[in-house]
Structures are given as structure tokens and as C-alpha cells.
């Protein structure tokens, strides 16, 4: 699939994504970057990116993980999240990496790193898991 066409089903599943402007990078089976870009609607009090937002960000990032192995055809959920913050992203740009580490079965876990965009440095390490609704395609 290409990158537009991922980043379609994203908006249309998550329409806040798409509100605040996620943008797909690159994406491949298991593997998803994302951008959130820089915007006053996703701040908190000093002028970082808001921890709902990056909580969101991740999330969508995941599933573009799993969207990109299965042509599009992903309606897994997510069961559970973890998420440790380890310094302030700032105002943004912020960049979310995605990777499923297993997922041959019906639950998936994953990893996300989110940096700020002119930094390799994480900010912010995130586990989660997901559970598959339907059979893998």
C-alpha cells in the first residue's frame, strides 16, 4: 500500500489524527513513523506537547504498524498501554516510531518511541498491546 492510502484509513478510523495533522513517514509491515506536527491545540502548560496527545499519537502510530502488514485491513484493539515519560517533547514537531514486536497470533505487543522531531533523543517510551477482532488476512 502506499503511504496516502494508509494514512486515509488512519484520518477516517481516528478523525482527531487528522484534526491535528499526523502525518505518515514511512511505514512497512510492522513498522510505522509518524509526525505530530507543532500546533497550540496539542500544548499544555509550559508550551510542551499535552500527554493525551502523545498518548493518541502513539496509538495511531501502532495501528499504522499493523495497517501496513495487512494491505489495510487491521480492526485490531488495543487492550493495554504503558507509558513512561522521561523528559518534555517541547512544542513540537514530535515523531512517534512504532514496531510490532509479536504479533503471529491473536494478540499483538508493540513498541513506540516518540522523539521531538530535530532530536534522536526519546522522550517518551511506550508498550502496548492489542488484541485481534478477526483472523489475520
Same mark, same amino acid.
Do not use: Q
Given at each position: 500500500?502506499?503511504?496516502?492510502?494508509?494514512?486515509?484509513? #488512519?484520518?477516517?478510523?481516528?478523525?482527531?489524527?487528522?484534526?491535528? %495533522?499526523?502525518? #505518515?513517514?514511512?511505514?512497512?509491515?510492522?513498522?510505522?513513523?509518524?509526525e505530530? *506536527?507543532?500546533?497550540?491545540?496539542?500544548?499544555? *502548560?509550559?508550551?510542551?506537547? @499535552?500527554?493525551?496527545?502523545i498518548?493518541?499519537?502513539?496509538?495511531?502510530?501502532?495501528?499504522?504498524?499493523?495497517?501496513? %502488514? &495487512?494491505?489495510?485491513?487491521?480492526?485490531? $484493539?488495543? &487492550?493495554?498501554?504503558?507509558?513512561?515519560? $522521561?523528559?518534555?517533547?517541547?512544542p513540537?514537531?514530535?515523531?512517534? &516510531?512504532?514496531?510490532?514486536?509479536?504479533?503471529?497470533?491473536? &494478540?499483538?505487543?508493540?513498541?513506540? #518511541?516518540?522523539?521531538?522531531?530535530? @532530536?534522536?533523543?526519546v522522550?517518551?517510551?511506550?508498550t502496548?498491546?492489542?488484541?485481534?477482532?478477526? *483472523?489475520? *488476512?
Amino acid at each position: 500500500m502506499k503511504l496516502a492510502e494508509i494514512e486515509a484509513i #488512519l484520518h477516517t478510523g481516528v478523525p482527531l489524527g487528522a484534526e491535528w %495533522g499526523v502525518r #505518515l513517514l514511512e511505514a512497512s509491515p510492522g513498522y510505522a513513523r509518524l509526525e505530530l *506536527p507543532s500546533s497550540p491545540r496539542v500544548l499544555r *502548560p509550559g508550551n510542551t506537547v @499535552s500527554g493525551p496527545a502523545i498518548m493518541g499519537l502513539a496509538d495511531i502510530a501502532m495501528w499504522a504498524a499493523l495497517l501496513a %502488514g &495487512t494491505e489495510g485491513r487491521d480492526e485490531s $484493539l488495543t &487492550t493495554t498501554m504503558n507509558v513512561n515519560f $522521561l523528559r518534555a517533547c517541547g512544542p513540537g514537531p514530535i515523531i512517534a &516510531t512504532a514496531r510490532v514486536i509479536k504479533g503471529g497470533g491473536r &494478540t499483538i505487543f508493540g513498541e513506540v #518511541l516518540i522523539t521531538r522531531a530535530d @532530536s534522536d533523543e526519546v522522550a517518551v517510551h511506550i508498550t502496548t498491546n492489542w488484541v485481534r477482532t478477526k *483472523p489475520k *488476512p
